[in-house]
Structure formats: structure tokens, C-alpha cells
Antibody
Framework: EVQLVQSGAEVKQPGESLKISCKAS????????IAWVRQMPGKGLEWMGT????????TYSPSFQGQVSVSADKSFSTAYLQWSSLKAADTATYYC?????????????WGQGTLVTVSS | QSALTQPASVSGSPGQSITISCTGT?????????VSWYQQHPGKAPQLIIY???DRPSGVSNRFSGSKSGNTASLIISGLQADDEADYYC????????????FGGGTKLTVL
């Protein structure tokens, strides 16, 4: 069974760093792209970026380029999303999801989401 | 303002059919067969219900169907049920930037 299990909720102060995780199981981690999606409180979904764990190739939406960093550790079948300096505007739920290998750019499996709250 | 345009809300009575539209451009919906739809219940992760414009993943009810005409895609839900009440998001591949995929702003479906 394919599963993406994300790390737990975080409460941080502005300026702090943060790294959240997404552990994959039930499939070959290195052969599917992983995407990260932001959902701000009461708002819609936003595509942040992707990583191909096989070779760590990444893509970033222009809105998130330079604001976050995505990475992956093949040894642990885990993808990561990190910030070096959080802002209040980063408060949101962050989802990881698997890009289906069917070539239609659909996200066929999703993590449960990680709520990140940034507040002083 | 979202890149793909969806109505903010739609409603219908149990047993009825509803349609949710999703309008883009020739650089996304109009140019490719890469439209997907997701259902999101409150407090839950989104779930894929349509991909490739009109294909359904295994396990998704055939009450959900999708279509496309020009730059507009549509999600049709027939035989509305109470559990269909949720937010629905369209998405499409885009050739315009490294974003790869655009989402619609979401549509809240209310089952009356």
C-alpha cells in the first residue's frame, strides 16, 4: 500500500528555520516525483515545487523559488521541505504528494499534511 | 487570483447532477490533456478523483466524470450524495513556467 506520512505540526517564531518531512512507503521511492503543495488557512492549493528522488532534480514554482528548499534522502525514502527564515505568511498546511508515473501530472497519493504556524 | 478560474460555490439537491467549470488558457487546459480534479473534505488531504481530463482512478465512483472543451474543463457529479459536500479543485499542466502545474481556486459544493 502506497503511503506518504508527514511529520507533525510545528509552531515556530519568525526568523526561525524549519525542515518538515514526508516518508514514503509501498513503492519505489526513487522512481516517482514528489510535489509539495501549500494551503494557507481557508484558501486553495498552491504548487510549490517538485523533486525526483532518483537524482535529486528539483523544480520550483516562481512564487516559491528562493523561499524554500526541497530535498530527499533515498536511504530513508523521505522527502523534505525546509525554510531558513520563517515569516508569518508561511503559516499554512503543507502537503507532499506523489506525481503519478502515468504522465498526466496528477497527484495520486497525498500525505496527511503538516500544519506550520509561525507566530511571535 | 488563481491561475485557473473556478466558481466559488455550487449547490444541488441529493440525486441531482451538478457541473463545476475550470477555465484556463491555451498554455494549460486548452493545450494538453493533463487536467485533474481533486476532492477535499474539511480537515483532510485532497484526493484525486479525475485525471487525464476524464479518467477515474481505481475506486472512485463513476458518478464523477470529466470533460474538456477548448480552454474550459468540467467536473460533473451525478446522483449527488451528502458525502459529496466538499471542496473541489481542478489542476492542469502549464507550459508557461517552471510551476509545472496550476490549480484552480477551488469550488465549495453544498448538498442542500
Amino acid at each position: 500500500e502506497v503511503q506518504l506520512v508527514q511529520s507533525g505540526a510545528e509552531v515556530k517564531q519568525p526568523g526561525e528555520s524549519l525542515k518538515i518531512s514526508c516518508k514514503a512507503s509501498g513503492y519505489s521511492f526513487t522512481t516517482y516525483w514528489i510535489a509539495w503543495v501549500r494551503q494557507m488557512p481557508g484558501k486553495g492549493l498552491e504548487w510549490m515545487g517538485t523533486i525526483y528522488p532518483g537524482d535529486s532534480e528539483t523544480t520550483y514554482s516562481p512564487s516559491f523559488q528562493g523561499q524554500v528548499s526541497v530535498s530527499a534522502d533515498k536511504s530513508f525514502s523521505t522527502a523534505y521541505l525546509q525554510w531558513s527564515s520563517l515569516k508569518a505568511a508561511d503559516t499554512a498546511t503543507y502537503y507532499c504528494a506523489r506525481l503519478s508515473g502515468g504522465g498526466y501530472y496528477e497527484l495520486d497519493y497525498w500525505g496527511q499534511g503538516t500544519l506550520v504556524t509561525v507566530s511571535s | 487570483q488563481s491561475a485557473l478560474t473556478q466558481p466559488a460555490s455550487v449547490s444541488g439537491s441529493p440525486g441531482q447532477s451538478i457541473t463545476i467549470s475550470c477555465t484556463g488558457t491555451s498554455s494549460d487546459i486548452g493545450g494538453y490533456k493533463y487536467v485533474s480534479w481533486y476532492q477535499q473534505h474539511p480537515g483532510k488531504a485532497p484526493q484525486l478523483i479525475i485525471y487525464g481530463v476524464s479518467d477515474r482512478p481505481s475506486g472512485v465512483s463513476n458518478r464523477f466524470s470529466g470533460s474538456k472543451s477548448g480552454n474550459t474543463a468540467s467536473l460533473i457529479i451525478s446522483g449527488l450524495q451528502a458525502d459529496d459536500e466538499a471542496d473541489y479543485y481542478c489542476s492542469s499542466y502549464t507550459s508557461r513556467s517552471d510551476t509545472l502545474v496550476l490549480f484552480g481556486g477551488g469550488t465549495k459544493l453544498t448538498v442542500l
